[in-house]
């Protein structure tokens, strides 16, 4: 399995998070719809596998179902999607590279935010809700015990938690980009994906699943959830952004790059300054 260099992975990177910004805004939100979807059905997946399993087996359960969740993030990077946490980390590392601006980096992660939530809440009220498949005995006893998990954090916690999620998601998204077949970049995806689940670090894509589908089922409230959703948020954006993004750029960035060159995909002139 063919894998690139780390300055290449950034290269290919940087490329990613500019055309993210330049797709229409129907198609944003198309795929944005279908990240927020895959997510959903790969959290219903963990429900379905890990709520029959009897006593002696709890301690296994959360490594069976992490070990299915990342099916979610794999449709999302091989069949086509815009999942923000992937954005949190390929948007800003091309406005670190000046090949896009402040403005266009708040926009996509506005759009995405909407679509992948639609997306998400399409799979927990139409599957889980309607259908059923997060409201009937063990199913709707495990929905219910991973949201108020989940709400029962914190500001502080939910917001830490939220960095660890996502410096393990973009690392994944990150590792996905340097490898050149489809099971390097399935491998590449699975395992880091994996570990943050298995730990039960918090993301926010995923809770805009798992959460409203306990709400739809009569347990807690959107307030609740908000509570949840702004911590968990800016984690996700500092665990992305901070410890892959920045980090991997003053690791590997080329010195002396010509700014006006990279500048040239930006509608908006920028002046020659450092950072975000």
């Known amino acids: 399995m063919a894998y690139l260099k780390p300055e290449k992975i ?44 009897t006593a002696p087996l709890d301690g296994l359960s959360n490594l069976i179902g992490a070990s299915v969740f990342p099916i979610g993030l794999i449709l999302t990077l091989l069949a086509g999607g815009e999942l923000l946490t992937g954005n949190m980390m390929a948007v800003p590392l091309a406005r670190l590279a000046r090949r896009i601006n402040t403005i266009q980096v708040l926009k996509n992660w506005s759009l995405i ?23 009937n005995g063990p199913f709707l006893e495990t929905t219910i015990s991973i949201a108020e998990h989940k709400l029962e954090a914190t500001f502080l916690q939910a ?73 968990v948020f800016l984690g996700n954006a500092v665990g992305g952004t901070v410890f892959i993004a920045t980090t991997y750029w003053y690791a590997y960035k080329k010195h002396g790059v010509n700014d006006m060159k990279v500048q040239q995909d930006s509608p908006f002139p920028m002046k020659k300054t450092s950072g975000m």
């Open 10 to 53: 950034m290269e290919i990177t940087i490329g990613n998070g500019v055309k993210k910004t330049k797709y229409p805004l129907w198609e944003t939100l198309i795929l944005g719809f279908q990240a927020g979807a895959f997510i959903a059905l790969g959290y219903l997946l963990f429900i379905r596998v890990t709520a029959p399993l």
């Open 113 to 135: 935010t909407v679509s992948n939530f639609v997306g998400a809440m399409f799979i927990a009220y139409v599957f889980g809700h309607l259908v059923g498949l997060t409201e």
């Open 159 to 231: 917001f830490l938690s939220g960095i660890g999620c996502n410096w393990l998601v973009a690392a994944a998204v990150w590792l996905s980009y340097g490898s050149e077949d489809m099971m390097g970049k399935i491998l590449g995806i699975w395992f880091p994906t994996m570990t943050f689940v298995a730990i039960g670090f918090q993301h926010v894509v995923a809770n805009m699943f798992v959460i409203p589908a306990a709400i739809f089922a009569g347990h807690f409230t959107w307030l609740d959830y908000l509570h949840n959703f702004v911590p």
